[in-house]
T-cell receptor, first 110, second 114 residues
């Protein structure tokens, strides 16, 4: 059974730090990967989608990469801000279904 | 603005009652999904639909039912057969339902059954 681990589960950092969030699949047969942000009590907002033909995607201060050989993805957040505080979830397509991680809860304090 | 609207935001029901959660999208997306989110667990797929008048069971469909009579609407009914219905329910859509089609989510409905 495909499982997704996100490390760390929680992270608290001062404003301005560069961060790396990790996502790891037990079965490395991942076609693509999407990173989401979830604010408390809200739905998920799509941040980046790494499609099956790509290895990474960038949007502003965010960069996500996918290593299909190992089934690992990282989300890099540059120059973190208090507004980045949220839970970050990864989700990957394995055969015919999308599998979600349990998230990394990030707090950025001023 | 295009998006996905879930209503209501909070829903309270007594055990044994059926309840229907609304999901409407104006993104002209073909595919729609229902997920359940519980603390400490990843999102789990309940039902999905890739086209009007067709839908498929997800991983945890027991105790739930759906319909897809219109492209814009995908309501979810939580029946009394669902043993642990209290959860946060998320509706999502994607342009085509294919592997590289990004998911867009609504803001969720928190259902509490007592």
């Amino acid at each position: 059974k495909q499982e997704v681990t996100q490390i760390p589960a929680a992270l608290s950092v001062p404003e301005g730090e560069n961060l790396v969030l990790n996502c790891s699949f037990t079965d490395s047969a991942i076609y693509n990967l999407q990173w989401f942000r979830q604010d408390p009590g809200k739905g998920l907002t799509s941040l980046l989608l790494i499609q099956s033909s790509q290895r990474e995607q960038t949007s502003g201060r965010l960069n996500a990469s996918l290593d299909k050989s190992s089934g690992r993805s990282t989300l890099y957040i540059a120059a973190s801000q208090p507004g980045d505080s949220a839970t970050y979830l990864c989700a990957g397509y394995n055969t015919d279904k999308l599998i979600f991680g349990t998230g990394t809860r990030l707090q950025v304090f001023p | 603005d295009g998006g996905i609207t879930q209503s209501p935001k909070y829903l309270f029901r007594k055990e044994g009652q059926n309840v229907t959660l609304s999901c409407e999208q104006n993104l002209n997306h073909d595919a729609m999904y229902w997920y359940r989110q519980d603390p400490g667990q990843g999102l789990r797929l309940i039902y999905y639909s890739q086209i009007v008048n067709d839908f498929q069971k997800g991983d945890i469909a027991e105790g739930y039912s759906v319909s897809r009579e219109k492209k814009e609407s995908f309501p979810l009914t939580v029946t009394s057969a669902q043993k642990n219905p209290t959860a946060f329910y998320l509706c999502a859509s994607s342009p085509s339902g294919t592997v590289n089609s990004p998911l867009h989510f609504g803001n969720g409905t928190r259902l509490t059954v007592t």
